[in-house]
């Protein structure tokens, strides 16, 4: 793959942190489908599992310093919401339960709502850098 001395912005990402971070926001659908939020209580367990993904993602943008940080959550959030579609249907087809058609609608719906999420967390890590920048300097 590329690395980060390569010339375009699309180079530059750290394609590795970005698939391991989309297949991470996985452990969310696959704790629905395991019925945990159920039995841990809805809907605090999935907000609190998704709030500890986010955290995840973001901290570990932040940390390993990548390079256009906002690019990168807007492509882990697109790929999730990709993964997620997909594993959706994978269930759905080795459960027997034949092939249950999601609606495209929805698929564009859950694929653009984590494009932007991952687009407010870009933000988000724009910001703890810049003020991390600041501290540095001062």
Same mark, same amino acid.
């Given at each position: ?33 395991? =019925? ?5 209580? /809805? ?7 998704? $709030?500890?993904?986010?955290?995840? &993602? ?11 940080? *906002? ?5 882990? +959030? ?8 997909? *594993?959706?249907?994978?269930? &759905? %087809?080795?459960?027997?339960? +034949?092939?249950? %058609? ?6 564009? %719906?859950?694929?653009? %709502?984590?494009?932007? &999420? ?6 988000? $890590?724009? =910001? ?8 540095? /300097?001062?």
């Amino acid at each position: 793959m590329t690395g980060p001395n390569s010339g375009s912005t699309f180079g530059q990402l750290h394609w590795l942190t970005i698939v391991v971070l989309a297949v991470v926001g996985l452990v969310q659908p696959a704790l629905g489908m395991l =019925g945990v939020y159920t039995t841990l209580g /809805r809907p605090w367990t999935p907000l609190v599992v998704a $709030a500890l993904i986010a955290v995840f &993602w973001v901290a570990t943008v932040v940390v390993r310093h990548v390079p256009h940080p *906002l690019l990168t959550l807007v492509i882990i +959030g697109g790929g999730y919401g990709v993964l997620a579609v997909v *594993l959706n249907r994978v269930v &759905w %087809s080795l459960a027997g339960l +034949g092939q249950v %058609s999601m609606p495209a609608g929805n698929m564009v %719906s859950i694929v653009l %709502s984590n494009i932007i &999420w991952g687009a407010l967390l870009g933000l988000i $890590a724009v =910001g703890i850098l810049r003020i991390n920048r600041t501290r540095d /300097r001062g």
